[in-house]
């Protein structure tokens, strides 16, 4: 009857999978507990240091867990993980970064394979990179998985790149990634502070119904005709968001957020701020500097005059041009 945690939905989004008959296999330097302690997929008997696995005793016929703590060697992991999940398209393959940043070692890997490989060779993997993404004061080379850089790389629905609000959300977008008949990389923005964000949780009825969201519309928004500005942003930042506004008692703002990046869904975004009036300003806000983030990519593909979808003037909050992350 209690609202469920990240690392809950994450395993319960495991466990059906396996339970279904779809293998899940992950690596990464923390997987076995995730670098945060969220995943508790491995338990060490103090005594003896034999492992155990829950998630490999769910049912006598499911199918094949595997985790893997794996060394800082992103480049040849990573690689490793991308063709094994050529080779096996009916099941779910994660590699997951330590932090987001350190996904920069393994870039070739990246650019030669994963954004390039169906449209090189015709190649397609569903493996899934798992990025901590979040500035929380942990300074450069831990705070950013540079989400601009996979955001520059995307053409053709080649990829697929999201930064997500809530548990459900990640249950459904990791079982869409093996009951789809596509086959697509997906890149998730992780969290860090979300993981035990008493307010980041989803209901189990969330998870048992409906499915994944491209865009979240705000439950507490006001009618539309008293909206003065609508902010339209992604990942923790929302939740610092809602609060700034309850504390300023503003009942004139509605706060969107967008969970998948791409493939970008411009018809659905187009439908929900249909319901705002004509000349409403929208400002997109995240907390990457100016030059990195999703601000070039979203003004690129949806402004090119200052104005979204020629209706409703877009502009941007960051923090100012850096050359370092944080």
Not at 236 to 245: F, G, H, M
Request: charged residues 25%.
């Amino acid at each position: 009857d209690k609202a469920l945690d990240w690392g809950t939905a994450e395993a319960l989004a495991f466990a059906s999978l396996l339970v279904e008959g779809h293998r899940v296999r992950m690596s990464g330097q923390d997987s076995g507990r995730g670098t945060f302690s969220h995943r508790h997929a491995v338990f060490y008997d103090e005594t003896s240091g034999a492992e155990h696995i829950p998630l490999q005793q769910l049912t006598d016929d499911q199918a094949r867990f595997q985790v893997y703590d794996s060394p800082l060697s992103e480049i040849g992991v990573l690689g490793f993980e991308y063709g094994y999940s050529l080779d096996t398209p009916d099941g779910l393959t994660l590699w997951e970064a330590q932090f987001g940043d350190f996904c920069n070692v393994a870039q070739v890997i990246i650019d030669q394979f994963i954004t390039s490989g169906e449209d090189k060779w015709g190649r397609l993997s569903g493996l899934v990179m798992l990025l901590p993404h979040g500035f929380e004061g942990q300074g450069p080379e831990h705070s950013s998985a540079r989400l601009e850089r996979f955001l520059n790389l995307c053409a053709e629905d080649n990829i697929q790149v999201v930064n997500l609000t809530t548990p459900a959300q990640i249950f459904h977008v990791l079982r869409r990634q093996v009951l789809r008949p596509l086959r697509k990389p997906l890149i998730v923005m992780s969290p860090k502070s979300l993981l035990r964000l008493p307010a980041a949780t989803s209901e189990l009825s969330e998870l048992t119904n409906g499915g994944f969201r491209r865009i979240i519309e705000d439950p507490r928004a006001p009618e539309p005709s008293s909206v003065r500005r609508i902010v339209l942003t992604s990942g923790k930042i929302y939740y610092e968001l809602v609060d700034a506004r309850a504390e300023a008692e503003r009942d004139d703002v509605a706060i969107l957020r967008l969970e998948q990046y791409y493939p970008l869904d411009v018809d659905l975004l187009r439908s929900v701020l249909d319901r705002y009036a004509d000349g409403t300003p929208v400002v997109w806000v995240q907390e990457e500097p100016r030059n990195m983030g999703a601000w070039s990519f979203l003004k690129l593909r949806l402004s090119s005059d200052g104005m979204l979808f020629g209706r409703w003037p877009f502009s941007c909050v960051s923090r100012p041009e850096s050359a370092s992350p944080a």
